[in-house]
């Protein structure tokens, strides 16, 4: 299963021939089409009309928001482009209106430590918002956004959350769960890996005490 990107720099006359193309090739794996790049100097309002389209034709969305710019871009890719998925969207929790929004919709967010560290969005991964959204009742997942780049691999992801944010593993639990419920797969098949994991960890499945 692929998800197309579109960078914001990109000419919206060349994105739309890259979704329709998409919206095009459902049937031979691609789900989804993502938005990112530049959020900090270039506008998204361009791709909206865009992406709508491809959600009308039954295309998953996830827009990278909220990154290097204000949770504004997070309000704005929930309510205009009608995203599934937010990549990053770290600021989120410098608007209360886009957390109520967020947690209302179940938009999950796509955060990535190792990356936000790498890119400076973050000064280090103890101050990361991570946990603070979680708190606050987002639907959060743990990704590694770019793993050539950054040298990683999803297990390290989740230590680090761990070591480093002192994370429980329950909560790693509930963030896996939330994965399995925000990726672009039937519920046939979301069921499949919920049973799977239960199988296999059952020693996370307990709430703390």
Same mark, same amino acid.
């Given at each position: ?18 979704? =329709? !193309? $998409? ?7 691609? #789900?989804? +089409? ?8 270039? @506008? ?55 957390? =109520? !929004? $967020? ?7 796509? #955060?990535? +430590? ?8 973050? @000064? ?57 419920? $925000? ?9 499949? +890996? ?8 059952? @020693? ?6």
């Amino acid at each position: 299963r692929l998800i197309v990107s579109i960078n914001r720099h990109e000419n919206p006359v060349m994105a739309a021939q890259v979704a =329709t !193309l $998409a919206c095009e090739r459902q049937k031979n794996g691609i #789900v989804g +089409l993502d938005l990112a790049g530049n959020e900090a100097e270039y @506008s998204a309002a361009p791709f909206i009309k865009i992406f709508n389209n491809a959600k009308k034709y039954g295309m998953h969305i996830t827009i990278h928001a909220g990154e290097w710019n204000s949770a504004d871009n997070i309000i704005q890719a929930i309510e205009q482009f009608g995203a599934d998925r937010i990549g990053h969207g770290i600021r989120v929790l410098d608007s209360p209106s886009a957390v =109520t !929004l $967020a947690r209302q919709q179940g938009v999950a967010f796509e #955060v990535c +430590l190792t990356s936000n560290q790498h890119s400076g969005a973050v @000064s280090s991964i103890n101050k990361h918002p991570f946990l603070k959204m979680l708190d606050q009742g987002l639907n959060v997942t743990l990704n590694t956004d770019d793993p050539s780049i950054s040298q990683i691999n999803l297990s390290d992801e989740y230590t680090l959350a761990l070591s480093e944010l002192g994370m429980s593993y329950y909560t790693l639990r509930q963030c896996i769960m939330n994965s399995v419920h $925000a990726a672009f797969i039937s519920e046939d098949e979301k069921q499949k +890996l919920i049973q799977s994991f239960e199988k296999k960890m059952p @020693s996370l499945l307990k709430a703390p005490k």
